[in-house]
Structures are given as structure tokens and as C-alpha cells.
């Protein structure tokens, strides 16, 4: 393991809000900033804020802008329009450089949006040189796991050695990934004879019990082989895990000495199997996004299970409270009682977190209002001791809140009965008039037929006329021709 040569900064353990309360309105409490671990107390960071500090660690636009892999986009005028707003600010992420000139990405058409979207998701895969990162990262180190905290140590010495190559690069070095191969077989080894020897030491106790005792010790023993090979549990909950194993096998042990012996070579148990140099060789050939996002996930909210999923515990909120990755991995399915004898504040800080989350809530950011009353029930059968929460007032809070539904309820509800009085009156007011409007169109109807039937008798008029014009013409012709005729004759 490294000496701390540099002291870190990552030192706030108070669960409170320093100054303003975040802005916004959450749905998720991950996604609140400034919330703290309920074990650890360390300030996690909001799955928002983790994004944005990967993006703020992408390479400057300049410079990222002339690798190759933009070729293709060399000539679209979106291209043009990011080396534009990129002349200004050339250290800036793209990802940044587009959130700050949101305006003008706007007025881009649908095609454009999508182009630059595309070109963001290349260029946040290529982050900033090691130095710039491990500098920023650094401050984290205090709330991470052990094999990282060893982690960030060999990436502060890396950086010094190669300050020209991101950690992508440098993690796939031949010469990096040749050293840490070998301190990774070095340190099995030392942990499978650390392993060997300890196990020895309990099998040679084994003889010196009772013989009504031996079996059950040996069962024990081949329990912890298992615990302490499996890669999975952290060392932290190894130790929990195996403290617990022997703790009511030790009550039973009447020889203090030996009992004695035996939590001796319990505390020495190597549960170490996980570090460093585990963490680079699995890091190797990744890219930069991926390295950031594998260590800041350990100081990442998660959301923690109460009751253990693997002991029938639902994914309901009211089992669950919030969690770094790193105490959440140490928790596991170990049981609370247990929790609490090996982290003492870890019921403090629980409470400091709902605390927090209740003043969320009251000041309008959340809507949660049933999640503190349903997580503190859950956790008062799960936990050995009361919590001490600000329920009461959070209650007194709700009541008040009830109260004031009540009277907004109650005033919409007269609003509601006003409104429907005057619907009611203007429908049977359109419902008068639509009575009218029917009698009216029906009299016009008539009126219609009248009108075609005078129209009819008009017409059969016009022939009876032209009928009798044309008898007219007929006989005015035969007096005509008669007269004619007389005339003659005389």
C-alpha cells in the first residue's frame, strides 16, 4: 500500500446542506446533490453531477476537434458552426461549449442536432492528460475503497511519469501492465500463504477443543475458506461477515485462552484479495470514459436495499436508503445489528440523511411525503436501536401540509359547485335555445315547401298562359284568313 503523500481535501463528513438548498424538483433522491451517505457520511455525488464532471474532464475542443476521427464531418456546416463557437473557448469541452451557447443550438434544424449529438458522444470518449484528471480526482480519494484509494496513488505517480498520455494510454503501456501482472501474481501468492498459515493455526486449535466442539469448528473454518477466497465481498464485510461466523461458537468455548486464540486468528484472517494492481490490469485497454466512470461510481448515490434483495427484500422506497457504491458493497446482505457494531455512526448518519431528505421535502423540491414515515418503520424493525429523527416536526409538517390540501380541496370544491351552477344554467339556457332553433328550422321547412309548391302553381300558371297566348295567335290567324276571305268575295 502507498503513504498518503497527499493529503486530501475530500474531508466533509456533515450530513447537511452547506448553503442553498438545491435548486430544482427531484423525482429521485440520486439525483440530488449534496445528499450524504446514511453509513459513511460522506457527501455523494448526484448521478447529474457525475456526468457532468466525465464531460468536464472530455479533452478541449480544439484539440479534439482535429483528430482524425472527424474527418467525415469536416465539411458539414455543423462542423463549421463548432469550430466557430470553439475559437473563444478552445479548453472547453464540446459537451460544455454546446450548453453554453444553447440559444444558438436551438435555431439548428432537426438533422443538425442530431449530427452534433453524435459528435459529442464521440469526443467525451477522449478526456484531458492525466495530470489534469488525477488532479481533480484526487480530492474523491478519502471516500473510496481500499484497492482505489491504492489506485489513485499509483495514478498520481503515473501522471508524473507520463505527463503527455491520458490514463487510457497509460494503462495499456506493455511496461505498466507487465509490472502490475506480476505484483498482482506476487500478491496471491502472498495472500493463498497468508490463507494456508492461518488455517493451520485454527486446525491445530481445533485439537485442543472439546471433542464435541471439533466438528462444528472445522464446518466453521471450511465457511470462512469460502469467505475469504470470494472476490466478490470487500474487506470490510469479510471481516463483518466472519466475526459473526465464530461469535456464537466462541460462547461456547468454556477455556478463555483458547477462545482467546481464537478470535486472535479471526481478526488476522487475510481478506485482502482485491488491489491495486487488479484494478489496472482490468482497466487496461478501456477507454478514458470508461477509467472515470469505474472509480467515481464508488463515490456515486446508489440506492441501498434495507432488507437484502437475497432475503426476500422488495424494491419498494420504503426499503431503502442512499448509499455510496463503496458502503453499499461493504453492507451486502450483512445484517444492520451487525453493521452498527463495526460503524458506530452508521444509525447517525442514517438519521442525518432522512433529516435531509424530510427538508427536501419541505421546502418544495420533493414529493415524497410518505417515504420518511414508511423508511423510518422499516428501519425500526431491521435496526437494534430507536432512531432519532426530526419526525415529529415532520409530522406536525404533514398535518399542516393536510391542512392546507384540505382548505385548497375545499375551496376547489367551491369553485367547482360555482362553476357547475353556471353550467347548469347556461346548458338549460342553450338547451331553450336549441328548442327554439329547432321550432324555427321547422317552420322554415315549411315555409320551403310552400314556397316550391307556389313556385309549382306559378309554373303551371306560365303554361296555361302560354297555352292560351298560343290559342290567341291561333284564332286571331283564322279571323284574319276569314276576313281575307269575305273581302274577296264581295
Known sequence: MFINLFPSKYNNSQP??????PRGFFTDVRDVPGIHCAKCGHRMLSIPEKDKIINKMSEGARTVLQRPVFNKYRELPVFQFLLKIS????????????????????RLNRSSKDMLEEIVGISNDYIKKSPQVIRFLYKYRDGMPCEYQDLLDYMKIYSMLYPKNTFSEIFSKKEVIEYHRQKQIENQQQFNKNNIQVFKKLDDIAQKLPEELQAEFLNLNNEAKNITKNRLFPETTKKMMLQELYKNFLNKVQDKKISLRIKNQVENFPNRNTTADDCIISLSNKSDKYILNNILQYVSSTFEHIVAASKNGTKALSNGIYLCRKCNRER???????MIEFFPNFVENMQKQINQIMILIKNGHMKKYSYPLKVIKTLENALPVPLDTNIKKYIKYLEFKEQEVYEKKEKAMRRF???????????????????EIEELRAKLKALEQEKMSLEQDLDDSYEDVKKSKDNLDFFENEHDLLLKALLNDE
Not at 475559437?87 to 436551438?106: G, Q
Open 16 to 21: 447537511t446542506f452547506s448553503g442553498r438548498l
Open 417 to 435: 359547485s360555482q362553476y357547475m351552477n353556471r353550467y347548469t344554467k347556461v346548458d338549460a339556457m342553450l338547451a331553450k335555445k336549441e328548442a
Open 332 to 338: 451486502s446482505n450483512v445484517d444492520y445489528s451487525t
Open 87 to 106: 475559437e473563444h473557448h478552445p479548453r472547453t469541452s464540446i459537451a460544455d461549449l454546446l450548453d453554453n451557447n444553447k440559444k444558438a443550438v436551438k
